[in-house]
Nanobody, 113 residues
Framework: EVQLVESGGGLVQPGGSLRLSCAASGFTFSSYGMMWVRQAPGKGLEWVATINGGGSSTYYADSVKGRFTISRDNAKNTLYLQLNNLKTEETAMYYC??????RSQGTKVTVSS
């Protein structure tokens, strides 16, 4: 059974940073690309970033490029998202996902002064 357990959300001031972690189990982690998505209050799901299985290729939404960094540690079966220079409009639930069927429970990121 695929399990994705996320941690690291919280309250941060505008311009601040957070690091999200996603511990994966139930599948061969290194064989799969992984992604982060988010959902702001009252809005739809938004793709944020993707990383390939080996970690050598990353892709970002234009809105986060240069501020967010997706990475992974295949030895630890863990996916990360470093969020820097956060904006108030990026308050959202953040999810890690293996595919459309498998997504974490989400962690709340609140950007507010």
């Amino acid at each position: 059974e695929v399990q994705l357990v996320e941690s690291g959300g919280g309250l941060v001031q505008p311009g601040g940073s957070l690091r999200l972690s996603c511990a994966a189990s139930g599948f061969t982690f290194s064989s799969y690309g992984m992604m982060w998505v988010r959902q702001a209050p009252g809005k739809g799901l938004e793709w944020v970033a993707t990383i390939n299985g080996g970690g050598s290729s990353t892709y970002y939404a234009d809105s986060v490029k240069g501020r967010f960094t997706i990475s992974r540690d295949n030895a630890k079966n863990t996916l990360y998202l470093q969020l820097n220079n956060l904006k108030t409009e990026e308050t959202a639930m953040y999810y890690c996902a293996k595919d459309n069927r498998h997504r974490s429970q989400g962690t709340k990121v609140t950007v507010s002064s």
